[in-house]
């Protein structure tokens, strides 16, 4: 009985395992899709409107100014996103982290916010909870820093925390955050330059005033309108991130609320 037992515990493990591993790598399909938008836009923007010839523009000149600049832009959006995504937050200081025995008299004390509030005098932590007790990661086992969140799809507590985005798989904070605002510019930019370079052809494909292929011409206007809405999205966000930054504050100390300064 005792070897069935034990057999079946391990497979419920190594189903548990293999669980988290299918979600682990559904959690791609957000950032999955992002490439994909981005890689679709580029072929029609570059191949349709601009190299395939069915949208002539008066001169090569134009064409290449067009590309020239679409490209600077595109490989700049696409740096800053995949460092958004490939970023790794840094460890939480070691002065944070509770040493053995301070976990022993935290497991030991009837009030454990008595002994967090004394390791807590020598941390450079100002803010608290909203009913004023020391904010401690009971999963990480440390102190949080201000600002510091733990995040559970990362697993792990984030430095100055802004919030989890399924867009880059990852969580936004200290070490990244300077990407994911440089993304979020570049890609306005990039819409922006769609939307002014690419109308007059948007245009003459609503028209039907050059030859075009049917479904290439459905394509343009589609593209055209998503890069539209694309822009308008990405420069409210950039716009509502610079408030952020102008006001020193984050998107979860904005809305998470309970936090007081000690």
């Not at 938008?37 to 580029?42: A, D, E, P, R, V």
């Not at 958004?84 to 982290?97: G, L, N, V, Y």
């Not at 030859?211 to 822009?231: A, N, S």
Request: net charge positive; hydrophobic share 45%; aromatic share 14%.
């Amino acid at each position: 009985l005792g070897v069935h037992h034990t057999m079946a515990i391990r497979c419920s493990h190594s189903g548990g395992a293999l669980c988290w591993s299918v979600i682990r790598v559904l959690y791609w399909i957000p950032v999955l899709f992002a490439f994909m938008i981005i890689l679709w836009g580029y072929y029609v923007y570059a191949y349709v409107l601009n190299i395939s010839g069915q949208f002539p523009k008066g001169s090569p000149l134009i064409n290449v100014l067009f590309l020239a600049v679409g490209h600077c832009l595109l490989f700049l959006q696409i740096a800053s996103y995949v460092r958004t995504i490939a970023t790794k937050h840094k460890d939480i200081p070691d002065e944070f982290a509770l040493s053995n025995e301070q976990l022993q008299q935290l497991e030991e004390a009837e009030d454990s916010q008595t002994v967090l509030i004394e390791i807590a005098k020598t941390l450079p932590v100002r803010t608290r909870t909203i009913s004023g007790t020391v904010r401690y990661c009971t999963i990480c086992e440390h102190i949080k820093p201000d600002r510091c969140h733990h995040c559970s799809m990362c697993k792990r507590c984030v430095l100055k925390m802004d919030h989890h985005c399924p867009w880059v798989n990852n969580c936004v904070g200290f070490s990244n955050y300077k990407y994911f605002v440089l993304f979020l510019f570049y890609t306005f930019l990039l819409a922006l330059w769609f939307c002014i370079t690419g109308l007059y052809d948007v245009i003459r494909a609503i028209k039907g005033t050059v030859e075009v292929d049917p479904t290439e011409r459905v394509m343009v206007i589609f593209c055209y309108f998503l890069c539209v809405l694309f822009g308008f999205s990405t420069s409210t966000l950039f716009g509502y991130h610079m408030y952020l930054v102008l006001s020193n504050k984050t998107t979860l100390g904005r809305f998470i609320g309970g936090l007081a300064v000690g």
